[in-house]
């Protein structure tokens, strides 16, 4: 085979290699810009109905002593929502949402997820605080979404 | 723990004890810094004594020049602690949905909501 066939050969193995490179790099920059423009469109809508269910949850708090199920549904909701943003978000605030559901319902033997019910009335004041935060940090997201 | 988290805490902690009605809010003129050569109003002050210590909540209107004479004005919740000259020592406006829950449940009990419903429900 003459070398100028072989030397050919290198290069349309070298190209092959590079466009599968270029064609990666541009499915996760094609991804990105998917999860932008969604954030931009409903991160604003979810960010509204979290800070209501956010209120809803302290209001039904103080009324834990006499009815505990109505503030472990209004978790029930936040939980949906976060659930719902979750894959939508950036890797640091996506770290924070995972870690407020974690907490929301932490891993017991590992695996297996304990039930909303099973909080204490001192642990959902806490979740509220904690969750106050994280809609503080969306509403800052949403706000540098339209930038981008 | 940072001041933030403190703060957050706080909050959460002066909600439960309002809820609960052992901590007492009532309405009050506004420092005079918050209200005086500011470009900022505030229309409703609340204010608390919790161990030792005033607090008070407010509704903050304040005013964002677009133009030399364009502006508009945006709502917002502030949290401060007041010296006993009436000094604001530290003021929070950064906007959480708790403080917004807390202006809220102190307004309420400030304006005796429960008992006014009440007492016009009654025959």
Known sequence: ?148 | MSTENKTAQLITKLIRETAKGNVKWVVEEAPRSLNYETEQSVPLYLQTKYKDKTLGIYDLRSKHFTDVDEYYWSESIGFCIVDNKGRVVWELKEYSPALLDLFNTAREQAAGIDDILDNLLSN
Do not use: C, H
């Open chain 1, 1 to 148: 085979m003459p070398e100028w066939l072989t030397d050919l050969n290198k290069i349309g193995s070298i190209s092959s290699i590079l466009g599968l490179v270029v064609t990666i790099f541009l499915f996760i920059e094609a991804r990105k810009i998917r999860n932008s423009f969604l954030r931009r469109a409903r991160l604003p809508e979810i960010n509204k109905e979290l800070v209501k269910v956010t209120s809803n949850v302290s209001e039904q708090l103080k009324n834990w002593d006499a009815e505990k199920t109505p503030a472990l549904e209004a978790f029930s909701n936040v939980k949906a929502l976060l659930e719902n943003i979750k894959p939508k978000l950036p890797s640091e605030e996506k770290r924070k949402v995972g870690d407020y559901l974690n907490r929301l319902q932490p891993k017991k033997y590992l695996f297996i997820k304990t039930s909303i019910s099973e909080l204490s009335e001192d642990a959902a004041w806490e979740l509220y605080t904690e969750l106050s935060g994280l809609v503080t940090s969306l509403q800052q997201l949403a706000k540098d979404s339209k930038w981008d």
